[in-house]
Every structure is written in C-alpha cells, then in structure tokens.
C-alpha cells in the first residue's frame, strides 16, 4: 500500500501513514537539539494503561533509587520529582558528562526500572511506550514549574501539602 503524508495540527508537522487507521502524534519539538546540556526539561512517564503500580512502597522506592543513582553518576541534574500513584513528573537537565539525547535517557531509565520491577514484582511492561517533555523557555518560571510539579498530589486529593506526600521532593538548587 502506497505511503501518504498527512498534515496534523501544527503546519510543519507532517507524519507519513499507512493508512489512515495509524495516526501517530508528534510529540517532540521538530528541530530542536534534545541533547543540549543548557535546557531544562519537564517530563511526563506514565504506567502501562494508567495502571496505578506506583502505590506499592517498594516499587516507588525503585524508581527513586534509579533517579537518584543517575542523578550521582553525573547523567543529570535532578531539580525536582513527584512520583504519582500513575505518573512520575520530573524537572531535569543533562550534564554536559552524559553526551546523549534526552530520548537516550529516558529510555535507558526506563529499560532499567522496567526489568528491575518485571524481576521483583512480575509486572510488565511497567511503561507507556511514549513520553511527554516540555523544554521550559527562558520567559517561563522555572519556579512555577516546580510548583505544578509538587503540587500534583494535593491537586489529586492526596496530600494537603506538597511536602506531606512522601514521593515529592526538591532535590537540586535551581539554576536561577
């Protein structure tokens, strides 16, 4: 069957289909150098099918150990995280000692957690293929940024400060 290119929402973003039954979002800025150790990044990972893994204790505390492990090993530079019982938000830059892509991180990252938890707790795949970013711009507050992500549980009902909610934290100073 003969490849077609569609127009999607924006006007220079064109994705080539099969057939129209395979349409496929763009979800990264075309263009832009994802390995660009002076951006900051706001990323989205969540759970296979929304499944809500993140509530068992010990299963969260393997996806901060595993954050906080790259974040020692000089791969990133870790402002802050809120583990939902779905969805983990993190706010990070690359080091300019990783030398890879932000796509080349979250992968590995999510390589590792997923068979660590397929190994101890028999659950896969834990992920969504996909993940969410957002390159926060200069006129942005990267303080407001923070504020959405540790926010999250209280916006949830979860938690009625952020602090309260033990899988949010502030881990390195903001660059501002």
């Known amino acids: 069957m003969p490849r077609k290119i569609c127009r999607v929402r924006r006007p220079n973003d064109y994705l080539v289909m099969e057939n129209r039954s395979q349409y496929r ?27 809500p893994y993140f509530e068992t204790e010990k299963l969260t505390q393997i996806i901060e ?4 492990f790259r974040r020692v090993a000089g791969q990133i ?17 690359l080091t300019s000692s990783y030398r890879k892509s932000l796509q080349d991180w979250v992968s590995t990252f999510k ?42 549980p209280i916006r949830k009902g979860m938690a009625s400060e952020w602090h309260a909610y033990p899988h949010s934290k502030v881990v390195d100073p903001l660059p501002i």
């Open 25 to 51: 979002k763009r979800i990264h800025l075309k263009g832009f150098d994802y390995s660009d150790t002076s951006s900051i990044y706001f990323i989205a990972l969540c759970t296979a099918n929304k499944k």
């Open 65 to 68: 150990d595993e954050m906080e």
């Open 77 to 93: 530079k870790l402002y802050c995280y809120c583990i939902m019982p779905d969805h983990l938000h993190i706010l990070l830059s």
């Open 111 to 152: 390589r590792y957690t997923s068979r660590t938890v397929n190994t101890s707790f028999g659950i896969s795949p834990l992920w969504q293929k996909n993940f969410y970013d957002h390159i926060v711009r200069r006129e942005e507050s990267l303080l407001k940024m923070v504020e959405y992500i540790l926010n999250n």
